[in-house]
Antibody, heavy 115, light 110 residues
Framework: EVQLVESGGGLVQPGGSLRLSCAAS????????MHWVRQAPGKGLVWVSG????????NYADSVKGRFTISRENAKDTLYLQMNSLRAEDTAVYYC????????WGQGTMVTVSS | QSALTQPPSVSAAPGQKVTISCSGS????????VSWFQQVPGTAPKLLIY???QRPSGIPDRFSGSKSGTSATLGITGLQTGDEADYYC???????????FGGGTKLTVL
């Protein structure tokens, strides 16, 4: 079964850091571009970052540029999102997704930034 | 404010048809493919339409997509109570070098 499973979410204080992981199974991660998308409580979907199949092209939303880093370890079929200098407004469910046209999304992991 | 504009809500009776619009610009919809997602609160988004008008396997033909210029439209016919959800359009924006989502449209089946 083709599947993405996120992990690493939790409660963190403002200014803190978290690293999210997204484990792929049922397909070879190295063949696909990947995205992180977040959704604040009661709000809409917001794209955070994307990386192409071999990691040579990376893009970020302005709201996270300089604070978040997307990376991938294709040998482990795992995508990452390193989040530093976290703010209250980063509180959201974070989803990893394969290229949007594929329709493969994880179940999401909740990140709460609060003191 | 989203780069793509959707109506906040639409409603229609069971069995009827509804359309959801997604308005953008030449930097996004005008020059890139559009996808549509359905999201029931508390669950991950589900792909309904990709590449403007293509349905993934398993998506009934009650759902359709179209694009004209800098706008895209999702159509749903034969509405069912199970179609109540939030709907989002998405595409790539070349000027922003970012993927963009619409603000979402809540569908109510009265």
């Amino acid at each position: 079964e083709v599947q993405l499973v996120e992990s690493g979410g939790g409660l963190v204080q403002p200014g803190g850091s978290l690293r999210l992981s997204c484990a792929a199974s049922g397909f070879t991660l190295s063949n696909y571009g990947m995205h992180w998308v977040r959704q604040a409580p009661g709000k809409g979907l917001v794209w955070v970052s994307g990386i192409n199949a071999d990691g040579s092209r990376i893009n970020y939303a302005d709201s996270v540029k300089g604070r978040f880093t997307i990376s991938r370890e294709n040998a482990k079929d795992t995508l990452y999102l390193q989040m530093n200098s976290l703010r209250a407004e980063d509180t959201a469910v974070y989803y990893c997704a394969r290229e949007f046209r594929s329709g493969i999304w994880g179940q999401g992991t909740m990140v709460t930034v609060s003191s | 404010q989203s780069a793509l504009t959707q109506p906040p809500s639409v409603s229609a009776a069971p069995g009827q048809k509804v359309t959801i619009s997604c308005s953008g610009s030449s930097s996004n919809i005008g020059n890139n493919y559009v996808s549509w997602f359905q999201q029931v609160p508390g669950t991950a988004p589900k792909l309904l339409i990709y590449d403007n008008d293509q349905r993934p396997s398993g998506i009934p033909d009650r759902f359709s997509g179209s694009k004209s210029g800098t706008s895209a439209t999702l159509g749903i016919t034969g509405l069912q109570t199970g179609d109540e959800a939030d709907y989002y359009c998405a595409t790539w924006d070349g000027s922003l070098s970012a993927a963009v989502f619409g603000g979402g449209t809540k569908l109510t089946v009265l």
